[in-house]
């Protein structure tokens, strides 16, 4: 199966920046979607942003929208998460997912997701921003 290895968290002052990286391996042909998640503690993971493999579909949730950037190199099969204008609310473990099929797809004005949309995970890196 896909498995996930983030790097990159740390600690870092308010209106800093922060990049997140995911090494994807084992059979990476079947993914369809990356994304972000982020926890805080005794809450759901939520995601705040996805990749589908072909780079066209990208979705943000409007926590991040603008502040961070997701990207992919599907040669090295890595997935960047750069965060800036980082605030304390954005303090959480974050998480790298992926999903054999599509990214969830927007409905309405804003851009959800949770964990029952991807199959796949990381072990979590932890971001604080003070």
């Known amino acids: 199966h896909v498995q996930l290895v983030e790097s990159g968290g740390g600690s870092v002052q308010a209106g800093g920046s922060l990049s997140l990286s995911c090494a994807a391996s084992?059979?990476?042909?079947?993914?369809?979607?990356m994304g972000w998640f982020r926890q805080y503690p005794g809450e759901r993971r939520e995601g705040i942003a996805a990749?589908?493999?072909?780079?066209?579909?990208?979705y943000y949730s409007d926590s991040v929208k603008g502040r961070f950037t997701i990207s992919q190199d599907n040669a090295k099969h890595t997935l960047y998460l750069q965060m800036n204008s980082l605030k304390p609310e954005d303090t959480a473990m974050y998480y790298c997912?992926?999903?054999?099929?599509?990214?969830?797809?927007?409905?309405?004005?804003?851009?959800?997701?949770?964990?029952?949309?991807?199959?796949?995970w990381g072990q979590g890196t932890q971001v604080t921003v003070s």
């Open positions: 997912a992926a999903e054999e099929g599509a990214c969830p797809a927007q409905y309405g004005p804003a851009w959800y997701s949770d964990s029952r949309d991807f199959t796949y």
């Open positions: 084992g059979p990476t042909h079947m993914i369809g979607c």
């Open positions: 990749i589908g493999t072909s780079g066209l579909d990208i």
